[in-house]
């Protein structure tokens, strides 16, 4: 698959830093987004604007969304101007967007109907990881199609596991954000307690981050919480989205998440306040209310 065209479907804060580190790797890229100013940057570095993803679809080899909902994800995939139904044959689709195994798994099996490869591959990392180039990327799909593609992922994370088979990157990624929902409201309480007991918090966290404390969360977002920075790395709104399929899925295997619960209840009120496109790190102003 060497310098193959790449479509790349999605040029949002984490999109557009994907897709630029393809075509500084030499892939020629073609684009697509609702809203074409979100890739002009990348327009401007040589990507080729496409209309839709039917138009994508006819031009690219490989194509990677990275869009905002399951919904769009089926439409993008499904629709009759969608990827399936528009890719040639032995064309590799990955879905990089969080959505739900479920779906994940109906995607692989239309696709393969049509000699089309479809895998799920999260991620997890934020704004800082796609910049980097350090993204964790959770695969699920073929064994074959894994090691194809493999080259093309390099470019984007540091740490990518192939976890099995369709949908087990989206669990994987489930796993992920459960992780990441209580440990967030722990990194808040930790600051919030440290503000009020009057100590330095930069200090504070020079000696817990390094230690049994210590989490991406709290190396990465809670400096942003003590210098007032909400900006998205990823957005309130989209993890509300990710741990209710979380949720759905729990309770479909007759799990209990108390934790997960609390965290989706917590950041639920925080979007009405009128949150929702703020950073995950925006819990803190839980405490402010």
């Known amino acids: 698959m060497d310098k193959v065209v790449i479509g790349f479907i999605g040029t949002g804060v984490m999109g557009k830093s994907m897709a630029g580190h393809l075509l500084n790797a030499g892939y020629p890229v073609v684009v697509f987004s609702r809203t074409k100013e979100k890739a002009q940057d990348l327009l401007d570095k040589g990507a080729v604007w496409a209309s839709s993803p039917k138009e994508v679809a006819t031009q690219a080899k490989v194509i990677i969304t990275m869009v905002g ?84 992922l390099k470019h984007l994370g540091a740490n990518i596991v192939h976890q099995g088979a369709a949908g087990a990157g989206q669990h994987t990624k489930m796993c992920n954000q459960i992780a990441i929902a209580s440990n967030m409201i722990g990194v808040c309480e930790a600051i919030v307690y440290a503000e009020k007991a009057g100590l330095d918090t930069n200090k504070v966290l020079q000696s817990i981050s390094t230690g049994a404390a210590g989490s991406w969360s709290l190396s990465n977002l809670a400096p942003r919480m003590t210098s007032g920075d909400f900006n998205p790395g990823f957005y309130i709104k989209h993890f509300i989205k990710d741990m209710k399929i979380a949720l759905e899925e729990a309770d479909a295997m007759g799990m209990d ?30 405490w402010e209310r």
């Not at 689709?93 to 995607?107: G, H």
């Not at 619960?261 to 639920?268: F, Q």
């Not at 925080?270 to 819990?283: D, M």
């Open 69 to 152: 909902y399951p919904v769009d994800v089926e439409e993008i995939y499904l629709g009759t101007n969608g990827l399936i139904a528009n890719a040639l044959p032995h064309t590799y689709l990955i879905d990089m967007t969080t959505s739900t195994p479920t779906l994940a798994v109906k995607i692989a099996d239309e696709a393969i109907a049509k000699d089309i490869y479809a895998i799920d591959a999260p991620v997890s990392g934020g704004d800082i990881g796609a910049k980097e180039g350090r993204l964790s990327i959770m695969v699920g799909g073929s064994d074959k199609a894994f090691k194809v593609v493999e080259p093309i």
């Open 257 to 286: 998440t108390p934790g997960l619960t609390l965290s989706k209840n917590l950041y639920t009120k925080l979007a009405a306040a009128g949150e929702e496109n703020s950073g995950t790190q925006a819990l803190y102003k839980y």
